[in-house]
């Protein structure tokens, strides 16, 4: 027997009618690309994005199509997105700190018709779009008096473009299941993949995302979404921000400490979200200017691991509680967020930033479990380290264009983390599976020795890579980088680890380099280090 409850499809360009209605007024601010503060609200936001998907349209933009966006978090790029999905077109965000020759590989495998894209990224396209064969046009998202002279393929400036459409139009209704957003793993090996996101996958993960256990965000807040729309679906926020009714903050081109630093004074920002680097630049600069953060309230770092000095000065010097965030983009993205459960509510101090290193516990929405290389399920002790898998509705279960299988027998999907779970069911990161350091049939976590390594006061950055050993297959070899105009010595870093993990553990070479390489979304590109360090020779013990 089937439930009597309405057939509401759940599409995601429903969250931009409520917000409209119930939060129109709500102001979006922007600070805009050609460089002055825009200021519009939900109401208008919609009324656009309307024209938008008229527009396209009228271009022949049809369910089912790609449409790429290479731009910054504004207004416009919000209003691009609700108009694709409103007629069942699908977003495809483009990372833009990609080469050049990936770009080129990831828009033409998603077979993108038309490209929305920010006057910033107007040479270097230029330049390689000869290499880009399926777009039929690039809409510039400026207006007429800031568009400038450009070789691109039928490109109009987007003010121009939804000018021609008065809005008189109804967004299309289709299947919940119908393809949404596309995003790509940066891919540190092999051909980046293709992850299809749906618009009911979108739509109940915004909820998942907003619970109070979550993000929590309300109505009251004011949301200021430093991580990029083409990070990973911005961890959800350009729908969970109108779905809840916040405003919005979007920091445009400029990431810089000063810049995001006057957004968040200036608009009272409660609760912003990001990458530890972009924190990092801010914290630098508080401490120059010995400014406050009166009105932040929460902050989520993810996307890598939040270092716990990092962790403990936003709560301790500035009275802002961090939000430790796991998740990936096949996985919408949040897989876990670290809110305290009141089994350790009450906790202070140390003992509440040893829980903060962890990255959290699912909501509602994602299972987890973590196996033995056989696929054997491991215990949630706290201390045994396994693959960790995943399960949901916004958890990929294929790629695009791509028939391999996935998922393990019970639709578990292998996240390439290994982590730990403990008995309250917080999940923590040791390690991708790829970094491990498979000593003597042991594994060795690479990250939990960066993080040591990183503590010691001369040391900027450190990367922890498995190297070839005779008796024990790999060992750890420490690569650092040393701060600006400091020296120090292997033994005096080895040292400084020195009984603070066991002894097995301890990094058997030390290489100091002037730079580790990045992936486009700053993680230590460990394959490039690997490779440079594959004729290493560890001292003979
Ligand atoms: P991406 O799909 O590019 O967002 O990358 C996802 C990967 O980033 C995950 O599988 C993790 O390896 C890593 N990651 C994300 N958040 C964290 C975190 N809080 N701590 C450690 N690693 C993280």
């Given at each position: 027997?089937?439930?009597l409850?309405?057939?509401?499809?759940?599409?995601?360009?429903?969250?931009?009618?409520?917000?409209?209605?119930?939060?129109?007024?709500?102001?979006v601010?922007?600070?805009?690309?050609?460089?002055?503060?825009?200021?519009?609200?939900?109401?208008?936001?919609?009324k656009?994005?309307?024209?938008?998907?008229?527009?396209?349209?009228?271009?022949?933009?049809?369910?089912?199509?790609?449409v790429?966006?290479?731009?910054?978090?504004?207004?416009?790029?919000?209003?691009?997105?609700?108009?694709?999905?409103?007629?069942?077109?699908?977003?495809?965000?483009?990372?833009?700190?990609?080469?050049a020759?990936?770009?080129?590989?990831?828009?033409?495998?998603?077979?993108?018709?038309?490209?929305?894209?920010?006057?910033?990224?107007?040479?270097?396209?230029?330049?390689?779009?000869?290499?880009?064969?399926?777009?039929?046009?690039?809409?510039?998202?400026?207006?007429?008096?800031?568009?400038?002279?450009?070789?691109?393929?039928?490109?109009?400036?987007?003010?121009?473009?939804?000018?021609?459409?008065?809005?008189?139009?109804?967004?299309?209704?289709?299947?919940?299941?119908?393809?949404?957003?596309?995003?790509?793993?940066?891919?540190?090996?092999?051909?980046?993949?293709?992850?299809?996101?749906?618009?009911?996958?979108?739509?109940?993960?915004?909820?998942?995302?907003?619970?109070?256990?979550?993000?929590?965000?309300?109505?009251?807040?004011?949301?200021?979404?430093?991580?990029?729309?083409?990070?990973?679906?911005?961890?959800?926020?350009?729908?969970?921000t109108?779905?809840t009714?916040?405003?919005?903050?979007?920091?445009?081109?400029?990431?810089?400490?000063?810049?995001?630093?006057?957004?968040?004074?200036?608009?009272?920002?409660?609760?912003?979200?990001?990458?530890?680097?972009?924190?990092?630049?801010?914290?630098?600069?508080?401490?120059?200017?010995?400014?406050?953060?009166?009105?932040?309230?929460?902050?989520?770092?993810?996307?890598?691991?939040?270092?716990?000095?990092?962790?403990?000065?936003f709560?301790?010097?500035?009275?802002?509680?961090v939000?430790?965030?796991?998740?990936?983009?096949?996985?919408?993205?949040?897989?876990?967020?670290?809110?305290?459960?009141?089994?350790?509510?009450?906790?202070?101090?140390?003992?509440?930033?040893?829980?903060q290193?962890?990255?959290?516990?699912?909501?509602?929405?994602?299972?987890?479990?973590?196996?033995?290389?056989?696929?054997?399920?491991?215990?949630?002790?706290?201390?045994?380290?396994?693959?960790?898998?995943?399960?949901?509705?916004?958890?990929?279960?294929?790629?695009?264009?791509?028939?391999?299988?996935?998922?393990?027998?019970?639709?578990?999907?292998?996240?390439?983390?290994?982590?730990?779970?403990?008995?309250?069911?917080?999940?923590?990161?040791?390690?991708?599976?790829?970094?491990?350091?498979?000593?003597?049939?042991?594994?060795?976590?690479?990250?939990?020795?960066?993080?040591?390594?990183?503590?010691?006061?001369?040391?900027?950055?450190?990367?922890?890579?498995?190297?070839?050993?005779?008796?024990?297959?790999?060992?750890?070899?420490?690569?650092?980088?040393?701060?600006?105009?400091?020296?120090?010595?292997?033994?005096?870093?080895?040292?400084?680890m020195?009984?603070?993990?066991?002894?097995?553990?301890?990094?058997?070479?030390?290489a100091?380099?002037?730079?580790i390489?990045?992936?486009?979304?700053?993680?230590?590109?460990?394959?490039?280090?690997?490779?440079?360090?594959?004729d290493?020779?560890?001292?003979?013990?």
């Open positions: 027997m089937l439930g409850m309405q057939d509401w499809p759940l599409l995601c360009h429903r969250i931009i009618d409520h917000a409209a209605i119930q939060h129109g007024a709500r102001p601010v922007t600070r805009s690309v050609e460089g002055p503060i825009h200021t519009t609200n939900y109401a208008d936001i919609r656009r994005a309307l024209k938008v998907a008229q527009r396209l349209d009228r271009d022949g933009i049809k369910l089912g199509d790609r790429a966006t290479l731009a910054w978090n504004t207004w416009r790029h919000l209003e691009c997105w609700y108009g694709i999905l409103g007629i069942g077109a699908i977003y495809h965000t483009v990372n833009p700190r990609l080469f020759e990936q770009i080129c590989w990831i828009v033409n495998h998603a077979e993108d018709r038309m490209m929305f894209v920010d006057l910033t990224f107007l040479p270097i396209l230029e330049k390689h779009a000869h290499g880009l064969k399926t777009i039929e046009r690039y809409v510039v998202l400026t207006d007429a008096a800031h568009m400038p002279k450009t070789t691109l393929k039928n490109a109009v400036a987007y003010e121009e473009w939804i000018a021609e459409a008065d809005g008189d139009f109804a967004w299309k209704s289709f299947d919940e299941n119908t393809a949404a957003g596309m995003c790509y793993t940066s891919g540190t090996t092999g051909n980046p993949k293709g992850v299809l996101y749906s618009h009911r996958s979108n739509v109940l993960h915004a909820f998942m995302a907003s619970l109070p256990d979550a993000k929590g965000i309300a109505a009251r807040d004011v949301v200021l979404p430093v991580v990029p729309l083409f990070h990973a679906n911005c961890w959800s926020l350009a729908f969970s109108p779905l009714g916040a405003s919005l903050i979007l920091p445009g081109a400029k990431l810089d400490g000063p810049s995001i630093y006057e957004l968040l004074d200036t608009y009272k920002v409660t609760f912003t979200a990001g990458v530890p680097t972009v924190w990092l630049a801010l914290l630098q600069e508080l401490e120059k200017t010995g400014a406050k953060l009166p009105h932040l309230k929460r902050i989520v770092i993810g996307g890598s691991a939040s270092p716990r000095a990092m962790t403990q000065k709560q301790d010097s500035y009275g802002v509680e939000i430790h965030a796991w998740g990936m983009t096949e996985m919408s993205p949040l897989g876990s967020l670290c809110t305290m459960k009141p089994e350790y509510a009450a906790l202070t101090g140390e003992a509440k930033l040893d829980i290193m962890k990255q959290g516990h699912p909501p509602f929405g994602v299972e987890m479990k973590i196996t033995d290389d056989k696929g054997k399920n491991l215990p949630w002790d706290g201390k045994t380290f396994g693959r960790l898998k995943v399960r949901g509705p916004a958890v990929a279960r294929r790629y695009f264009k791509d028939d391999s299988e996935i998922l393990d027998q019970e639709g578990f999907f292998d996240t390439g983390d290994v982590a730990t779970m403990d008995p309250h069911g917080y999940m923590q990161i040791t390690d991708r599976s790829k970094d491990v350091i498979k000593s003597g049939g042991e594994w060795i976590s690479s990250i939990d020795l960066e993080n040591l390594a990183v503590g010691h006061p001369k040391v900027a950055e450190a990367a922890v890579i498995g190297v070839q050993h005779p008796k024990w297959d790999e060992r750890p070899l420490l690569v650092v980088v040393l701060k600006k105009d400091q020296r120090a010595s292997k033994d005096e870093i080895l040292a400084f020195q009984g603070k993990i066991a002894k097995w553990w301890m990094p058997d070479d030390v100091f380099v002037e730079e390489p990045h992936t486009a979304t700053g993680k230590i590109l460990k394959t490039e280090l690997r490779e440079r360090f594959k290493y020779r560890l001292p003979v013990q």
